[in-house]
């Protein structure tokens, strides 16, 4: 009896009745070649203000040393595509950000997940991570076969496209691992270069995260928004979709089905006057469990002053 292969089997369909749409694994080990490429952004400096990027660099390239004698990383993906779009003359949110917050749904779904293959399994050791620690999550979807890197910098899926949130869960269990590389599709395509906003998407898969639109709308702390950024940024208030939009693999995107991706009905409905009139307490009150708040209202009446500008 191989059982690498039967608790494999059944991490897969724990994985599935937890919601997760897709599921693959991958061997443990030092991520050599992504460890070069992370140094040469980050001595770029396209990480701009986000200084915790440049932290637990050991930590981001060996995943033993965030699960002692980790032998498998596996990765989830949960799709959030949503059923409906804005009103036309609202300020624009990513689509990441219509319903509750992924990382408090995630983090649920992922102790859920853990616990359940405790269960079924024995004891296993791991630590489940949702954007929340130095965990180079595309690289290891990359490796589990889920899908290639684009050179919009997003982990893309021939099937489903890109409008996916990335789990992973590091274990301490060998595993049977989906080692098939998947090919890169994007083949002569420039149209997430050509069309991102601020130049931010260079050759070769490089994003200049200090150009990015999202990073200026929810990264920046600054009270001010650069004054070089006038009149790029599209009307995206939060976040930025340009890039995911415009890519042709995202016409397979089919709608979530996770309830809790539901947008808020204030996200979808509230127009350019109704945002500038709104209130602090309002705010705090409406997206007390939306992404927003990492904005929080003074960084959103900034933005939505800069692109009003």
């Not at 180079?136 to 050179?151: F, N, P, S, V, Y």
């Not at 976040?239 to 995202?250: E, I, K, L, T």
């Amino acid at each position: 009896m191989d059982i690498s292969k039967t608790h494999t089997e059944i991490i897969k369909l724990i994985a599935a009745t937890n919601g997760f749409d897709y599921c693959g694994i991958a061997k443990a080990q030092t991520l050599g070649e992504d460890a070069k490429r992370l140094e040469r952004w980050l001595n770029k400096g396209m990480h701009g203000g986000m200084q915790y990027m440049e932290n637990y660099f050991d930590q981001r390239i060996d995943p033993t040393k965030l699960v002692a004698g980790a032998k498998s990383v596996i990765t989830l993906l949960l799709n959030y595509f949503p059923t409906q779009t804005q009103k036309i003359d609202a300020p624009k949110i990513s689509k990441y950000a219509f319903g509750n917050d992924y990382h408090e749904v995630i983090r649920d779904k992922l102790k859920c997940f853990l616990q359940q293959i405790k269960e079924q399994i024995g004891e296993v050791n791991g630590r489940g991570f949702v954007d929340s620690a130095p965990v180079l999550e595309r690289a290891w979807a990359q490796k589990a076969g889920i899908g290639w890197i684009g050179k919009n910098g997003n982990l893309i899926n021939k099937e489903s496209g890109s409008f996916f949130f990335i789990a992973t869960l590091i274990v301490d269990i060998s595993l049977d691992y989906d080692n098939a590389m998947v090919k890169d599709y994007c083949g002569s395509c420039t149209k997430c270069i050509d069309e991102c906003p601020t130049e931010a998407i260079l050759p070769d898969k490089v994003i200049d995260g200090s150009k990015c639109i999202s990073y200026f709308t929810i990264e920046l702390k600054d009270t001010l928004i650069p004054d070089a950024m006038k009149g790029k940024f599209k009307n995206w208030m939060f976040g930025c979709d340009v890039c995911q939009d415009v890519c042709p693999w995202n016409r397979f995107s089919k709608a979530t089905t996770e309830t809790n991706f539901t947008p808020i009905p204030e996200i979808l409905n509230l127009s350019n006057k109704n945002w500038t009139e709104l209130t602090e307490e309002s705010f705090k009150s409406i997206f007390k469990n939306s992404p927003l708040k990492r904005a929080k209202f003074d960084g959103i009446k900034r933005n939505l002053n800069f692109i009003q500008l």
